[in-house]
């Protein structure tokens, strides 16, 4: 049998359930700011993320903060109001997808109508504006799937100016 006493560094806590946890950090650690653990003992092994400071998210809990950025209400909501809320990781994730998504659809509901209204009163404005309306949506949803790969890799980031409510959810 294999002693895994000196592997397992001192910020990562021993599971209840048994399993002993392994971190594997990549080659260019500086450069990844989070590193696998694996989980292994009683004949079962798990991996998941964890940032250095010894948090470890499952690839559940990954996965649901990442459905928080691309369907921006529902699932916040749902994360929000039910007993997934009791997770720091996710109540983060839940509020600042929230308020993204609440941001990103209001300049949505404001693209249409804006662009409509230019294209009648200002005809060429107005078309310039349509043309870059399909591109300004295109750039909005590419950042929705980066935050969503981002929370999938187990990052607490911060968007600029819902961060901070996102931020003070933490201290519940």
């Excluded at 599971?15 to 590193?35: C, D, E, K, M, Q």
């Excluded at 990442?66 to 909501?77: D, E, I």
Aim: hydrophobic share 50%; with cysteine.
């Amino acid at each position: 049998m294999v002693s895994t006493e000196g592997l397992v560094p001192p910020t990562v806590p021993r599971v209840a359930s048994g399993l002993t946890p392994f971190r594997v950090t990549p080659y260019n650690a500086h450069a990844i700011p989070s590193s696998f653990v694996i989980y292994a003992g009683n004949g079962r092994m798990r991996l998941g993320v964890s940032d250095y400071s010894g948090n470890y998210y499952s690839s559940e809990a990954r996965l649901i903060a990442s459905l928080c950025y691309l369907f921006p209400v529902v699932v916040p909501v749902l994360v929000l109001v039910s007993e997934l809320r009791g997770k720091a990781f996710l109540r983060y994730h839940g509020y600042q997808g929230l308020a993204a998504g609440v941001i990103l659809l209001i300049l949505y509901f404001l693209l249409i109508p804006g662009s409509t209204w230019l294209l009648l009163n200002i005809p060429l404005v107005g078309w310039a504006f349509a043309c870059l309306a399909p591109f300004i949506y295109m750039a909005a949803f590419a950042l929705q799937l980066y935050w969503a790969y981002s929370a999938y890799r187990g990052q607490l980031f911060s968007i600029p100016i819902v961060g901070e409510i996102a931020r003070a959810s933490m201290q519940d």
